[in-house]
């Protein structure tokens, strides 16, 4: 495989180079030589409320964490009533081990709001979806495809690899990706075909992609031309980019608060031991982080879960 130029093409923009015809033979390829490979917890149901549950998680949150943590999870929210009624400190302590609780707090939200505005019933629109706190439109069209069955398409940095690597052989921007994966499902077969590209690229078209085996090798555009520098995945939108390391990052101080607040209320003194190990400003900025996200509350005497 090609290692990495220093220039990369211009994404494009304007919707793809396929005639009619190639995407009919597109559609025909995906659905003959594509499958759903992976078993996993919330394709077992159709169920808007757990499949809710699950997209939320997997912002930012890879599969393998967060297939443990949607049974655990789910078990004690089965449902949006559940999760309502119960506090924010119990939803955020649900969520422990999957960080970025902003995400816990706004599954909180959206239960609240389903259960007040839409009589518990979580809404099969994009637009009441998309009114949800934390739903943006990647997860309220992965509600619609994966919980009723919609055919709209829906694109991740998996799917966007494929797109870009294999349809076109060129960077592909929002809009025009979109617009593509739209063009190339099949009507009736919106859940299938979703979930068997999202396997496609997440186990064949990876950011390092494992080209021998891949049922679309001998239809892989850029495969076919000899894989030439850059990788059209590179400038798509959508795909991912690299984390910040965890290791000293603020992302590891705010984890560590909320642990300490899911043992209990933190006084003056249990923040003065997580100083010693972070230091006072990592502490602090945690802190006020968390406290605006509205994840903690001060107390008189200190902070918990709020």
């Known amino acids: 495989m090609p290692h990495p130029?220093?220039?990369?093409?211009?994404?494009?923009?304007?919707?793809?180079?396929?005639?009619?015809?190639?995407?009919?033979?597109?559609?025909?390829?995906?659905?003959?030589?594509?499958?759903?490979?992976?078993?996993?917890?919330?394709?077992?149901?159709?169920?808007?409320?757990?499949i809710?549950?699950?997209?939320?998680?997997?912002?930012?949150t890879q599969v393998a964490r967060v297939a443990p943590a949607f049974e655990r999870f789910t078990s004690q929210f089965p449902d949006v009533e559940t999760c309502a009624a119960a506090s924010r400190a119990d939803v955020v302590t649900a969520w422990?081990?999957?960080g970025y609780h902003r995400r816990a707090v706004a599954i909180h939200e959206s239960a609240k709001v389903i259960t007040a505005d839409h009589n518990g019933v979580v809404p099969?629109?994009?637009?009441?979806?998309?009114?949800?706190?934390?739903?943006?439109?990647?997860?309220?069209r992965a509600i619609l495809a994966f919980a009723f069955e919609d055919d709209?398409?829906?694109?991740?940095?998996?799917?966007a690899r494929v797109l870009a690597r294999a349809v076109v052989?060129?960077?592909?921007?929002?809009?025009?990706?979109?617009?593509l994966a739209d063009s190339l499902l099949t009507k009736g077969n919106g859940w299938a075909h979703n979930q068997s590209m999202l396997d496609l690229g997440a186990r064949w078209c990876t950011a390092t992609p494992t080209c021998a085996g891949c049922p679309l090798r001998r239809s892989c555009r850029w495969a076919r031309e000899g894989w030439p520098l850059p990788d059209p995945a590179w400038r798509t939108a959508g795909t991912s980019r690299p984390q910040e390391?965890?290791?000293?990052?603020?992302?590891?101080?705010?984890?560590?608060?909320?642990?300490?607040?899911?043992?209990?209320?933190?006084?003056?003194?249990?923040?003065?031991?997580?100083?010693?190990?972070?230091?006072?400003?990592?502490?602090?900025?945690?802190?006020?982080?968390?406290?605006?996200?509205?994840?903690?509350?001060?107390?008189?005497?200190?902070?918990?879960?709020?």
Request: zero cysteines; aromatic letters at 4%.
């Open 52 to 60: 809710l549950v699950a997209e939320v998680m997997l912002q930012q």
């Open 245 to 306: 390391r965890f290791v000293g990052s603020n992302r590891e101080a705010r984890g560590l608060v909320l642990a300490r607040a899911r043992l209990g209320p933190i006084g003056p003194t249990e923040l003065a031991d997580l100083a010693v190990s972070l230091g006072d400003e990592r502490i602090t900025t945690a802190v006020a982080g968390l406290v605006a996200d509205g994840l903690l509350e001060r107390t008189r005497g200190g902070l918990r879960l709020a």
């Open 124 to 140: 099969s629109d994009l637009e009441g979806l998309l009114a949800l706190p934390g739903i943006g439109p990647y997860t309220a």
């Open 169 to 179: 052989g060129a960077p592909l921007g929002a809009t025009a990706a979109q617009r």
């Open 152 to 159: 709209v398409a829906v694109v991740d940095t998996n799917v």
């Open 5 to 50: 130029s220093a220039s990369a093409p211009t994404p494009t923009t304007s919707g793809t180079d396929l005639s009619a015809a190639q995407v009919a033979r597109w559609r025909r390829r995906l659905a003959q030589r594509l499958t759903v490979e992976r078993d996993l917890p919330w394709r077992r149901t159709r169920d808007p409320w757990l």
């Open 96 to 98: 422990a081990g999957l």
